[in-house]
Structure formats: structure tokens, C-alpha cells
T-cell receptor, first 115, second 114 residues
């Protein structure tokens, strides 16, 4: 079965500092990986995805993520955080080897960027 | 404007009273899905649909039904709601099931079952 773990419930950083949100996954085959962001009282918005190819993926709002197959990780990063990046972040995975089109999300990480 | 709409946005109901939450997308997407969001549990997939008349269970389908009679609509039906179905529900759609595209989410429906 596929699963995602986001080991940190909360991440707090100062504005201008680097931001990292961690994600590890478990699949039987190769993964499709996604990051989504949820701002207060809003639906989820897509940030970026890894399907194949370059391990460093660039996405919206200056975010990027690095796929590491040996560590089964897909950490989200931003070099310089903004107060407006404060939100709830979700990592999601789909197992390419299983033909059922399910998508599994992590529990989410709340990011707070202080001015 | 490309969007996923859900109705109602807020609903308070009583145990056992059947209800339907509607979901509609105007992007001609093949794939649609329902999730529930609970604190500490993230999003859990309830049901999904790969195309018209093709649906399958997600991770938490018990107590829910869905149908996909038209491409744009994917209603979620609770035949006999119970308090443990109190949650925030999201509908989502994406271009295709065969390829991996990002999902577009609706604004959410907050359901309270008393």
C-alpha cells in the first residue's frame, strides 16, 4: 500500500530564512509525487509535481522540491520564506505500479513565517 | 473561469437524514474525486471517478455513495449520516486519469452531523 509521512506537524521560520517541509513516502513501485498548499479557509492549490526526470522540481511561488529515491523523500523548499507563505502544506503520492488511480495525502504541515 | 464548485458550503444536519453534496467542474476533466479532511489525518480519499459511469473506492468509502452520470458532475451522497462523518469535504478534478495531472480543488463543504 502507498503512504506518505510528513514528520513535522509545524514548521516555524523567520521571514527571509530558508524554508523546508519534509515528506517521505512508501510505494511498491515508482512514485508520482505532489505538493499542495492550503491557505486559511480555502481549497488546496497545486504547487509542483515529480513524475520522472530531473530530481529537482521547480513549482509555483518560488517553491522547489527534491526527489531522493534512496531516501524515499520529496522535501519542499524555498530559499527565502515570506510571511504570505504561512499555510498548511500537503505532500501526496500515487504508486505508478498500481493501476487504481488512488492518491494518498500526508497529514499536513503547518508553516508559520514570522515577520 | 475554470473552477470546481461545491454546494452547499456549510451544512448542519441530524443523524440519519439523507443528504447530497454536489460537485461540478467546467474544465471537461475526466477524473474527479472526493476527500475528507480531518485534523491530524490530512486528506483521505473517499471515492474517485475515472470517467462517466466509472467510479471506484478510495481509502474511506464506508457510509458514502457517488455517481457519475455526466462528465461535469460528481455528487457525494450520505444515505444515513452519522456524527463521525462530521468533517470538511473537498471535491477535486484533473484532466485525465491516464496521465498524471495536478488536481483542482473546490472550496470545501463543512458538514456537521448532530
Amino acid at each position: 500500500a502507498q503512504s506518505v509521512a510528513q514528520p513535522e506537524d509545524q514548521v516555524n521560520v523567520a521571514e527571509g530564512n530558508p524554508l523546508t517541509v519534509k515528506c517521505t513516502y512508501s510505494v511498491s513501485g515508482n512514485p508520482y509525487l505532489f505538493w499542495y498548499v492550503q491557505y486559511p479557509n480555502r481549497g488546496l492549490q497545486f504547487l509542483l509535481k515529480y513524475i520522472t526526470g530531473d530530481n529537482l522540481v521547480k513549482g509555483s511561488y518560488g517553491f522547489e522540491a527534491e526527489f531522493n529515491k534512496s531516501q524515499t523523500s520529496f522535501h519542499l523548499k524555498k530559499p527565502s520564506a515570506l510571511v504570505s507563505d504561512s499555510a498548511l502544506y500537503f505532500c501526496a503520492v500515487r504508486d505508478m505500479e498500481i493501476n487504481d488511480y488512488k492518491l494518498s495525502f500526508g497529514a499536513g504541515t503547518t508553516v508559520t513565517v514570522r515577520a | 473561469e475554470a473552477q470546481v464548485t461545491q454546494n452547499p458550503r456549510y451544512l448542519i444536519t441530524v443523524t440519519g437524514k439523507k443528504l447530497t453534496v454536489t460537485c461540478s467542474q467546467n474544465m471537461n476533466h475526466e477524473y474527479m474525486s472526493w476527500y475528507r479532511q480531518d485534523p491530524g489525518l490530512g486528506l483521505r480519499q473517499i471515492y474517485y471517478s475515472m470517467n462517466v459511469e466509472v467510479t471506484d473506492k478510495g481509502d474511506v468509502p464506508e457510509g458514502y455513495k457517488v455517481s457519475r452520470k455526466e462528465k461535469r458532475n460528481f455528487p457525494l451522497i450520505l444515505e444515513s449520516p452519522s456524527p463521525n462523518q462530521t468533517s470538511l469535504y473537498f471535491c477535486a478534478s484533473s484532466l485525465s486519469s491516464g496521465q498524471i495531472y495536478e488536481q483542482y480543488f473546490g472550496p470545501g463543504t463543512r458538514l456537521t452531523v448532530t
